[in-house]
């Protein structure tokens, strides 16, 4: 998308609380950069007056703020909208007017505030709540560089962006395409039937999905079919597969003539489908409020992420006890995630800058009390795996003190005069790391 103002349409069925609150927040955290609206499937005709009173006390706009049909946008005088965001999931599963530009879309459902019960101290802080859940999620997409983005790299970032704290959704049904000589798809499955979704195990490499029905599957997890080629401990090599001529349709029929070229696990569920290396990636896909004591099979935590701005406190403050930069985190293109165990205990953090294919990793720090429990090892291909879905293809990172824990996850040192200049003119490579710092990179794969 180029680099202009974007319009942002916010949905929710009543149009008198969440979408008001997101609208507001985004005109003014916006900056400038965006125009946002908001509408209703089934608009009350009135805001509620404890989103005003909210918005007003925070110093956020509300002039001109109404409760409207979400037709008012599907006019043929409508503004065109760039990116539309449902933000309850009664809107989310109604049949949508068509809008004109076929904008990004996502899900990004809240608890309704309006729904809350109690004091009126206890439901004022309802929209409180909702307030920073949708302020949290608009800061970050904000500081996205929508205009050096792909469509598909856009939707998966927005889509990632819903389910980060306070998404809604349960989920009731799981298929994994299972092997268990393997471990992550041990660890993967273990985790779903713990989260208690009915799961059916497909163990593909006795029953082997049709080629109509991995095509389709590679599809629903955003994956092309040579992304799905498992490598390690397969014929690859053999079949001459590193070939890049050879069409999805050939690689197709090599997965059906050697099913362990599948990689694994392939996990479908009511909220979509992902490939989940590292098995973390699988609570996309399951209901947002599991809890559980479970770990993988080595001990260490199951650890789940969720998008925070770069003025987030608990980073700075774990950046800076670590020596490690901070001025930089609130310029655009900077992606960055805090990560919780499944018991909901902090862990660590962890950021990237993308620039088409290449990626910067930066920002990973474990808390000193939180070391030796295996964190940064799993933390580091989440994060790998973020970048991977957003487009990147290989991550570059720079460091001082950690290229022995960098070296046993796959990043080889390189020499900074093979870098590409996307990386070298980063503010980490050119003013905030020394000229001390280690270039390590490795290619993202699964």
Request: charged letters at 20%.
């Amino acid at each position: 998308m180029a680099d202009r103002i974007y319009n942002v349409l916010f949905l929710c069925t009543g149009n008198s609380a969440r979408s008001i609150l997101a609208e507001s927040i985004l005109n003014k955290d916006g900056e400038g950069r965006f125009r946002a609206f908001s509408a209703g499937s089934h608009p009350k005709g009135a805001v509620h007056p404890l989103a005003l009173k909210v918005l007003e006390s925070m110093g956020y706009p509300t002039d001109g703020v109404r409760s409207k049909s979400w037709d008012e946008f599907a006019a043929a005088d409508a503004p065109v909208m760039d990116f539309v965001f449902t933000v309850c999931d009664n809107a989310a599963g109604e049949v949508c007017p068509y809008w004109p530009g076929q904008p990004v879309t996502a899900h990004w459902g809240i608890e309704d505030p309006a729904a809350a019960e109690g004091t009126q101290i206890e439901r004022e802080r309802a929209f409180v709540t909702a307030f920073r859940l949708l302020k949290n999620r608009i800061s970050v997409f904000a500081a996205l560089p929508i205009a050096k983005l792909s469509r598909l790299s856009l939707t998966r970032e927005v889509e990632i962006i819903g389910k980060s704290e306070g998404a809604t959704g349960f989920v009731k049904n799981a298929t994994i395409y299972h092997n268990p000589d393997c471990g992550t798809s041990r660890n993967t499955l273990a985790l779903l039937r713990q989260a208690g979704p009915n799961v059916r195990v497909i163990e593909y490499l006795k029953d082997t999905p049709t080629k109509e029905e991995l095509a389709r599957l590679f599809q629903w997890a955003g994956l092309s079919v040579r992304d799905a080629l498992r490598k390690k401990g397969t014929p690859y090599q053999e079949l001459g597969l590193d070939n890049p001529d050879l069409s999805d349709d050939t690689l197709l029929h090599m997965m059906l003539a050697h099913p362990i070229l599948i990689n694994r696990p392939l996990v479908v569920s009511d909220r979509g489908a992902a490939l989940c290396r590292p098995s973390d990636v699988a609570l996309d896909l399951l209901s947002p409020d599991f809890h559980s004591s479970l770990v993988k099979e080595d001990g260490a935590p199951f650890l789940r992420d969720a998008t925070i701005a770069g003025d987030d406190p608990a980073l700075n403050a774990a950046l800076t006890a670590a020596k490690l930069p901070t001025s930089d985190l609130n310029e655009t293109g900077r992606s960055v995630f805090a990560y919780s165990t499944l018991a909901g205990e902090a862990v660590g953090f962890g950021g990237y800058e993308l620039y088409g294919k290449e990626v910067l990793l930066r920002s990973i720090v474990v808390p000193e009390a939180q070391r030796s429990k295996s964190i940064g090892r799993n933390l580091v291909p989440l994060l790998l795996y973020r970048a991977f879905q957003a487009g990147a293809r290989r991550a570059w990172l720079l460091t001082t003190t950690a290229e022995g824990f960098f070296s046993k996850l796959g990043f080889k040192v390189t020499d900074r005069s093979v870098a590409p200049e996307s990386i070298l003119s980063t503010r980490q490579a050119k003013d905030l790391c020394p000229s001390t710092t280690v270039v390590l990179s490795r290619n993202i794969g699964f």
